[in-house]
């Protein structure tokens, strides 16, 4: 073998190296931030339905392990998502599935050893189902039962599951999808005093394997796959009614965990160790329709991206058939 042979194939692995660790940093950011949810948990009655139009800004900068050659990254997502809401009886307990599909357009950027460089990718991400169900304090209620029905102390439980639906091209460093399943059980509590409520949920993310990452590609010709161990989550909000739908929140979470390997080598920079902290607000508009808006930015972010995000969502809601 050649010192030119040589020279190309440690530059090869060397570039392999840097771009499977930018990915590691800026991938959960294109596939939407950790979750800040707050009344996750409300009581509606049975045969409640919601249709929810919303959409996401996030915009910030990239943060890395500073002995990587990566400076000044930045990146910009914008996530339009449409999401139905059904409630129904479950064993005598209320219980609700939602459905959402996001779809998104992202730029970023940064100077790979003084290089600038330039991503811009969009298309679906990926589709989000979640069950809940109230296990304390929530029996499945009919309208007139809720009319007269005032929230105390509930216990939750719910399993999201993030499915493997998103546009993916192995070839690509940074994709729309994950090409993998992540599913989240969870529990949250809530508790009323008044005008005023707090919501905490604890819950654990398990993800399945990405058989072809960054593959079949001139930086790597062969196959990758990617892992992630487990990664815990938790959430505060503490929310005040002004009157019925005419809410504002303060949100806050944590997320630990979730150590990324490539081939089954661990990367310690992928560590998540991050927080955000944010407000919401609730604005009925009618009787079936509502807004909602959030903000949020970044409390503790030690590798990541270190975004500000600014979202607003339109609810249609309404009981049995539409009027």
């Excluded at 409300?42 to 500073?66: E, K, M, Q, R, W």
């Excluded at 589709?127 to 009319?147: D, H, Q, W, Y």
Aim: aromatic letters at 14%; one cysteine or more.
């Amino acid at each position: 073998m050649t010192s030119v042979q040589v020279n190309i194939m440690l530059k090869s692995a060397k570039s392999c190296a840097i771009a499977l660790i930018f990915c590691e940093c800026i991938g959960v950011g294109i596939c939407r931030a950790q979750d800040l949810t707050p009344r996750a948990y409300l009581i509606t009655p049975v045969h409640s339905n919601a249709v929810v139009l919303s959409y996401s800004l996030d915009d910030g900068s990239i943060l890395f392990d500073p002995s990587l050659p990566i400076t000044d990254a930045t990146g910009r997502l914008s996530i339009p998502a449409i999401s139905l809401y059904h409630t129904f009886s479950f064993f005598g307990r209320s219980a609700n599935v939602t459905a959402s599909l996001p779809y998104t357009v992202g730029n970023f950027k940064g100077n790979v050893n003084g290089t600038p460089q330039n991503v811009y990718r969009s298309g679906l991400l990926n589709s989000i189902f979640r069950f809940s169900v109230n296990l304390k304090g929530g029996p499945a209620m009919t309208p007139l039962e809720f009319s007269s029905w005032h929230q105390n102390f509930i216990v939750g439980a719910s399993l999201k599951v993030v499915a493997r639906t998103g546009q993916y091209d192995p070839t690509k460093l940074i994709n729309p999808g994950t090409n993998r399943w992540a599913f989240k059980p969870e529990l949250g509590l809530s508790k009323r005093w008044g005008h005023w409520i707090l919501d905490t949920y604890v819950g654990v993310w398990f993800f399945t394997t990405n058989p072809e990452f960054f593959s079949h590609n001139a930086a790597s010709p062969g196959v990758n796959t990617l892992s992630q161990n487990p990664m815990g989550s938790s959430e505060v909000h503490v929310s005040y009614d002004f009157k019925p739908r005419l809410w504002t929140s303060f949100d806050w979470n944590y997320w630990y965990g979730g150590r990324r390997s490539v081939n089954g080598m661990v990367s310690p920079s992928s560590l998540q160790a991050n927080s955000r902290i944010g407000v919401t607000a609730s604005i009925p508009i009618s009787t079936h329709q509502s807004l909602k808006f959030s903000y949020s930015y970044g409390d503790i972010v030690r590798v990541g991206g270190n975004y500000h995000n600014v979202s607003f969502a339109w609810q249609y809601s309404w009981i049995g058939r539409p009027n």
